[in-house]
């Protein structure tokens, strides 16, 4: 059963907005969206025009990036919104739910809140190092689970959930549910995409970002590889114009083939700081573990993780305090940076646990 039937039956017959740039005709002069005949004074490169629903260019480079079709390719401003929109497309509120481990990243409890869903969890333990029972995630399934999201690498635990595992959940779910794999994270993990699942498994679908290895979070750019199908259904019902002219240009220069060879050297750096901030981290005396991390942060537990937050900050330096999270007490996530800026942070934290 292809997992359209699953949509909310009141989309099923629903018509996008009919936008100029969706016309498919090209010409000359343009009279057709009320856009100015001139470019601004400061800009003369064209921001006047609408941009292109989902710009060609750039949907083909990250397709090759991706090693994936650019027919399975939708492009919207951040992974969130294609979080949102995928919430929004499955679930009836009030009645449909959405499972997901804990803890993980906070914007699937808010996607699912936002559109009435139920939010299901499945506590995973640091003491087992966040090991996921895929039967016990599977339990927590039931006829009205549209979604089910997995974060892998983990934020914020740096788990990897990864290869023939996925498969076998996505078959379990297949006709009836979406298994949902954000790898916000995987360039840094060494492992290979989830993508490679969806030609066997039509109900998997994977988010891809440009917001953290790419170094472009302001420009707000996220993927949903998906298939074609899927793909179409969310293209419906986004907004007509999600990505920014000076988006596109700036990912399309942080992708061409230079700057993606600086990005790999940059992840070598990053992976080899991750290992070094790592094992120092573990020689100090009020830290209590350092989880492995297939991600670019670390998830630390403090004796006292109030302390450490504030000796970092004492030294102009922000962390993350996840320790309110189940699960997570006296927790702090700690992005992996440069190295003299790891260098700070070791010294902040050294300095006064001794
Ligand atoms: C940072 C992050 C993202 C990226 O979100 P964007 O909207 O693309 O910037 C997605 N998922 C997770 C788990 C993240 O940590």
Known sequence: MSLLARIRPDLAAFAPYASARRSGFEARIRLDANESPWSGDADASGLNRYPSPQPEELRARLAALYGVDPSRLWLGRGSDEAIDLL?????????????????????????????????????????????????????????????????SPNNPTG?????????????????????LVDEAY????????????????????????????????????GVLIAAAEIVDLVAR???????????????????????????????????????????????????????????????????????????????????RDVSRQPGLEHCLRITVGAPDENDALLAALAGSAA
């Open 186 to 221: 995987i360039e840094f993990a060494g492992v290979a995409s989830a993508c490679a699942l969806i030609d066997r498994h039509p109900n998997v679908a994977v988010l891809r970002t440009l917001s953290k290895v790419h170094a472009l979070a302001g420009a707000r750019i």
């Open 237 to 319: 019902i986004a907004a007509p114009y999600p990505l920014p002219t000076l988006s596109v240009r700036a990912a399309l220069a942080a992708l061409d083939d230079d700057a993606v060879a600086r990005t790999d050297r940059r992840v070598d750096v990053l992976l080899a700081e991750r290992a070094r901030v790592a094992q120092a981290l573990e020689r100090m005396a009020d830290v209590r573990r350092v989880w492995p991390s297939s991600g670019n942060f670390l998830l630390v537990r403090f004796a006292d993780a109030g302390a450490a937050f504030a000796r970092a900050l004492g030294a102009g330096i922000l962390l």
């Open 87 to 151: 919430l929004r497309a499955f679930c009836r509120a009030g009645r449909d739910n959405v499972v997901a481990p804990a803890p993980t990243f906070g914007m699937y409890r808010i996607g699912a809140q936002l559109q009435g869903a139920e939010y299901r969890t499945l506590a995973l333990r640091g003491e087992d190092d966040f090991a996921l029972d895929d039967e016990a995630l599977l339990a927590l399934t039931d006829a009205d689970t549209k979604l089910v999201i997995l974060c």
């Open 159 to 179: 788990t990897l959930y990864h290869g023939e595992r996925l498969a076998g959940l996505a078959a379990r779910l297949a006709g009836r549910a979406l298994l």
